[in-house]
Each structure stands twice: as C-alpha cells, then as structure tokens.
C-alpha cells in the first residue's frame, strides 16, 4: 500500500551539491519518522540524517555542516541538501520511513529502492 520515491542522485565533482527527495504515497495514517541511510560499496548501510515526528534532527559526524535534512509534511515528503560533497560520499541512498497506515495498525518501517550517488573529479 506505501511507495518511498527517492529522486535527485547524480554524477558530480567534489565540492558540489546534490539535493535529494523522498516522498511517501498510498494509505498513509502518520509517518512517525524518516531518515536517509546510505550504502557505500564493501559497507553495511548507515544513517545519514534522521527527523522524528517532532522534528528533531540526527547528523552522522560525517556529514555535519554540510547535510541538511528538511520535510514537508504537507506532502509526505522529506529533502536531504547535500553540499561540498566528497568522493567519500559516493553510495546509493536510501529513504527510510516509519509509519502507520491505518489509526489501528502497528507502525513499521519501509525502504525506497535506493538513489545512486556518485562523487568523482
């Protein structure tokens, strides 16, 4: 019944910007949090940057000061604004997303196909 669309993944130089979208469709009831993760290659996935429903905000070391999460909870959809980024950064990124679909059913978590990102001079 829930689709996470992630959009926005590309091929750049060092020191530019992507900036990375995710937006939730279906039966939706509440979205209690989201998160981008990401999977560099030989790696297990991590978290990137987190939000919760109160809109409290999670950097991993790596990004801050450059990462910045944001949502617009109008349209189910949350933003990952990606600056000077590193060849370091290059993984495929996923949206993560907990939430409910009915007022009755248990919230659980749900996964986008992935975006690639690629970060190479």
């Known amino acids: 019944q829930v689709q996470l669309a992630e959009s926005g993944g590309g091929l750049v130089q060092p020191g530019e910007s992507l900036n990375l979208s995710c937006a939730a469709s279906g039966t939706i009831f509440s979205i209690y949090y989201m998160a981008w993760y990401r999977q560099l290659p030989g790696k297990q996935r991590e978290l990137v940057a987190s939000?919760?429903?109160?809109?409290?905000?999670n950097y991993a070391d790596s990004v801050k000061g450059r990462f910045t999460l944001s949502r617009d909870n109008a349209k189910n959809t949350v933003y990952l604004q990606m600056n000077s980024l590193k060849p370091e950064d290059t993984a495929v990124y996923y949206c993560?997303?907990?939430?409910?679909?009915?007022?009755?059913?248990?919230?659980?978590?749900?996964w986008g196909q992935g975006t690639q990102v690629t970060v190479s001079s």
């Open positions: 939000i919760t429903k109160g809109g409290s905000t």
């Open positions: 993560n997303a907990q939430l409910s679909t009915t007022a009755r059913s248990q919230a659980i978590f749900y």
